[in-house]
């Protein structure tokens, strides 16, 4: 030993003695003391008690799960923190044990006479004595883990009194607080390494620079530093386990160390993802909760929120988990389950027991495995029982749907009867895709809401009763009728005014995928199919036109060439047009969508391509999408394109007797079936593509079946319709249905396809005399206004998917009748006066909530979101690109970029090169 370290381990003996914490011992037994050091560069003595422990009787005394503390916080206004002074030093060894305490030092043995550090059941005794002092107060006004005390109040009044309180008990203990550690009436405080305030948890400050300037490791143990402190902050990161992953798998045994550009990105990736970590919200048992869970083949995560005064869903926590052992062989509807039933394991406390059903967004696809009936193994029963002890729904995540249908109430018996064929997930419990939101459920609301609504109780009384009323008063109620307990008016359901039903029927026909988005008229249209309440009109044309998302994407009203009317075919496929939408960002290797239009029921089939499909490709297209299901068409309509117009489809056209026709060079308006769709395509693709828009694949099933469910303005049918003779609903519906004859279903059809062409010779004649009619739009200042984005150029993947509107701005000059002055902000350097034909009205709805966006800068003219920070760079095809975070968007949507389009964001990079600088420097000095 040292002479230093004789030193300070003599005081500390002196020091012991004289307080009566440690006396002079004959025990037969001793444990080792070794220094360790502490942050200010002094030595700490501590005892090694592991022989001891490992002959010890276990404590089991719980400790509190720190995420059950923070929980008890939720609407707590002030805080007082106060920290224990000698901590277990507070409790004392109980006589005729104090022996197995002692310790060998070079002075001698000594045996301690209170409760020492390392010894494995001294945490469960110091928190039963001070749960013990604080019983009744606990989770009331105090929360306590160990020696850290934390007081709150939800009334600022009470808090005075509430820390009088403690205070005094620990006076009556003879209980003591370090004074330096100790903060009082605050609104914001440090507790278990976490910033707690009003508003939810966040992480330290000190912790994020610390995660920011850490270098990167060059050994195993390093690796293993990073993730113990990463570990500490998981609960604040959105997939920790996938994205740790490579960095878990270096440090396992056996592992030959190889720091590769895939550990590099995982590094950077887990302190971008803490360093931009958000703030997690305080559990509101009052208001539902959302659970998004997802599951890949190496891990799941999951995030539990809930909805905020802003209406945007804000974090309550986020979970991450690798599988390991038999779970990484478990089939993909298996796992997707299995993050399920650990995010409700996990958020116990939170979600046992809600009285509002659990929304879990999910990708249940895989998850519609477990609808079906099926015999259950030892894990499926478990998983059983488990489900059955929550109330929720799941929901394919579209966008801004909040639906509350009723929840799962069956539980198997699995006990002395053979194991018979059960469903996992029952279909009441699934609320969207095929779906949305399950009729049977929505009518069953409906009708335990009837009675609660005072404007039906007159016409139920009636129907109770019609045998005895006057024949006046039948007639007055003729176009009412009950069946199957709902009221029916004119044979559709009336939705009764009460809680938020007619608001959940307008998200579901309006904003759901299934939907897309559509205007007014298609609205009413596919939601009065099945549904009526007094005043339908006007609440569709209120939601619609306060929907944020329809303004944004909608294309402006403009004066469009007429497009040249075709020749009008006598049944479906007979003639059929082609298109391209290209120009998409590449999604896999797909970047074009082929639009193939029946010229007759205005039917759409979309198929995802690349660009550089070539004619066999497209022929094979064909034959499967249109050929096998309708039939040779008559005549091809489409475009000049090398793919629509070659020798290879030419001789095939000839071969088959198709008579293809092609639109005139510049000129496709006389290809007007498809030219009129993909504007349609397009706004459906706007709404629900991801920000970074690589996604609009996934969506492009529910496009086709939004456009082919909603009715067309030529036919005055929905193509569905035209083309089947019967509509597809939204939801599956329990209502009955007559079933016509195969003749009558024949001749009905016949019927229709009759209405249909002269519905399409009527609107061929208004398409060839009808005139443009331009009404002029006006302002009042302080009005908000949307600004037509078509001659910004904007800098996204591709302009087909952005949205059509910037701002809204507002108002604040009237140039004349024909030019406005908006208030842009200094960031925006553009001409701040507009014609009005590029403005047009904002529409809000308080029942909607928007989204805060950030404003746009531009840069030489061009839009450019504004720059937050540079995260990492990297050297692509000899050029840098930087990693570049945008304001007001999450880590999620950080891209990419070349430095060209930094040019407003000159101090980012210097900022970003400056650190590049240091931490060189650094690791030059460490070699």
């Not at 914490?21 to 005892?47: A, E, N, Q, T, W």
């Not at 998850?367 to 259950?376: G, I, M, N, V």
């Not at 009221?487 to 759901?512: A, C, K, M, N, W």
Request: aromatic share 10%; charged share 25%; with cysteine.
């Amino acid at each position: 030993m040292t002479d230093a370290k004789s030193v300070t381990l003599k005081q500390w003996l002196e020091d012991e003695l004289k307080a009566g914490k440690i006396r002079p011992s004959k025990s037969p037994i001793l444990s080792p003391v070794m220094f360790v050091p502490k942050k200010d560069g002094s030595r700490r003595l501590v005892v090694d008690y592991r022989k001891l422990n490992n002959r010890s009787k276990k404590n089991v005394y719980p400790l509190p799960r720190p995420d059950d503390l923070m929980s008890k916080l939720r609407g707590a206004k002030l805080f007082t923190k106060l920290d224990l002074r000698w901590g277990y030093n507070n409790v004392r060894v109980k006589e005729g044990d104090k022996w197995k305490t002692a310790f060998r030092t070079k002075y001698g043995l000594f045996e301690t006479l209170v409760m020492p550090f390392g010894l494995s059941g001294a945490p469960g005794a110091f928190q039963a004595m001070m749960n013990e002092v604080f019983q009744d107060l606990l989770d009331v006004s105090v929360i306590i883990y160990l020696d850290d005390i934390l007081i709150f109040s939800r009334n600022p009044e009470d808090h005075e009194s509430h820390v009088k309180e403690v205070l005094q008990r620990l006076r009556d203990m003879q209980l003591f607080c370090k004074g330096s550690k100790c903060e009082f009436h605050q609104t914001t405080v440090e507790y278990l390494g976490i910033i707690v305030s009003d508003k939810g948890f966040s992480l330290d400050k000190l912790k994020i620079q610390a995660v920011q300037e850490w270098p990167v490791p060059t050994t195993v143990k390093q690796v293993q530093s990073f993730l113990g402190f990463a570990n500490f902050v998981r609960r604040f990161v959105a997939n920790f386990s996938q994205i740790a992953r490579p960095l878990h798998n270096l440090v396992k045994k056996e592992v030959r160390w190889q720091w590769t550009d895939r550990e590099e990105t995982a590094f950077r990736e887990l302190q971008r993802a803490i360093i931009n970590a958000p703030v997690i919200v305080h559990a509101n048992p009052s208001k539902p909760y959302f659970l998004e869970t997802d599951a890949s083949g190496a891990a799941l995560g999951s995030v539990l929120s809930q909805r905020q005064e802003d209406g945007r869903l804000h974090p309550i926590g986020y979970l991450s988990e690798s599988f390991k052992g038999a779970k990484q062989n478990y089939d993909t509807h298996d796992k997707e389950l299995l993050a399920i039933i650990r995010s409700f394991e996990h958020w116990r406390i939170y979600l046992e027991g809600t009285v509002l059903p659990i929304t879990v967004f999910t990708d249940h696809r895989n998850l519609e495995y477990w609808k079906e009936s099926r015999t259950f193994n030892r894990r499926h029963a478990r998983w059983h029982l488990l489900l059955a002890g929550f109330h929720f729904q799941i929901m394919y995540r579209p966008g801004k749907q909040s639906t509350k249908p009723d929840a799962l109430s069956r539980r198997a018996d699995h006990l002395d009867v053979p194991p018979a064929d059960q469903a996992m997930l029952p279909e009441s419990i699934f609320a969207n895709v095929s779906l949305i939101l399950p009729e049977k459920e929505i009518q069953s609301r409906i009708k335990k809401s009837l009675d609660q609504d005072e404007s039906l109780s007159e016409i139920l009384d009636h129907l109770q009763n019609e045998s005895m009323a006057p024949a006046s008063v039948k007639r007055a109620f003729k176009d009412y009728e009950m069946e199957a307990g709902l009221l029916f008016y004119q044979g559709r359901i009336l939705v009764p005014d009460t809680g938020d039903l007619r608001e959940d029927l307008l998200r579901i026909y309006h904003d759901s995928p299934m939907a897309g988005h559509p205007g007014r008229q298609q609205t009413l249209e596919l939601l009065s199919r099945a549904y009526y309440w007094p005043g339908i009109r006007a609440d569709v044309y209120l939601h619609v036109d306060g929907c944020e998302t329809y303004q944004r994407i909608r294309l402006p009203k403009a004066k469009l060439i007429p497009a040249q009317p075709l020749e009008i075919p006598l049944r479906p496929w007979q003639h059929v047009s082609y298109d391209m939408i290209t120009d998409l960002p590449k999604d896999c290797p797909y970047d074009c969508i082929l639009v193939i239009v029946d010229s007759f029921t205005k039917f759409v089939v979309l198929v995802p391509v690349s660009k550089k499909l070539k004619a066999p490709e497209l022929a094979e297209i064909f034959l499967n999408r249109v050929w096998k299901q309708y039939g040779l068409p008559e005549k091809t309509v489409s475009d000049r394109g090398t793919v629509f117009n070659n020798k290879f489809l030419r001789a095939l056209y000839k071969r088959l007797g198709i008579d293809p026709h092609f639109s005139s060079a510049y000129h496709p308006q006389s290809d007007g079936q498809t030219e009129r769709v993909n504007p349609t395509i397009e706004h459906f693709l706007r709404a629900y593509a991801s920000v970074n828009q690589s996604d609009w694949v996934k969506w492009l099933p529910m496009t086709e079946f939004a456009y082919n469910n909603a009715t067309h303005s030529a036919t005055g049918r929905s193509p569905f319709m035209a083309l089947y003779g019967w509509q597809p609903t939204l939801t599956p519906s329990n209502v009955k249905t007559n079933v016509p004859e195969a003749n009558d279903l024949a001749d009905t059809i016949q019927k229709q396809w009759e209405e249909v062409a002269s519905a399409l010779r009527q609107s061929k004649s208004q398409l060839v005399e009808g005139q443009n009619q331009e009404v002029p739009i006006s302002f009042e200042v302080g009005e908000e206004a949307w600004l037509d984005a078509k001659n910004v150029n904007l800098k996204t993947k591709s302009d087909k998917l952005t949205e059509r509107r910037l701002g809204p701005f507002k108002v604040i000059e009237k140039i004349s009748d024909r030019a406005y002055c908006l208030e842009l902000l200094d960031t925006m350097k553009v001409h701040n006066v507009f014609y009005a034909g590029l403005l047009s009205k904002v529409k809000r709805n308080k029942l909607q909530a928007w989204e805060n966006r950030p404003p746009p800068i531009t840069v030489d003219g061009e839009e450019e979101y504004e720059v937050e920070g540079i995260m990492d760079s990297r050297e692509n095809k000899g050029k840098w690109e930087y990693l570049v975070k945008w304001k007001g968007y999450g880590p999620e949507e950080s891209t990419w970029e070349p430095k060209a389009n930094l040019k407003n964001a000159a101090k980012h990079l210097k900022k970003y090169e400056k650190i590049l600088r240091q931490k060189s420097l650094d690791a030059a000095k460490g070699l």
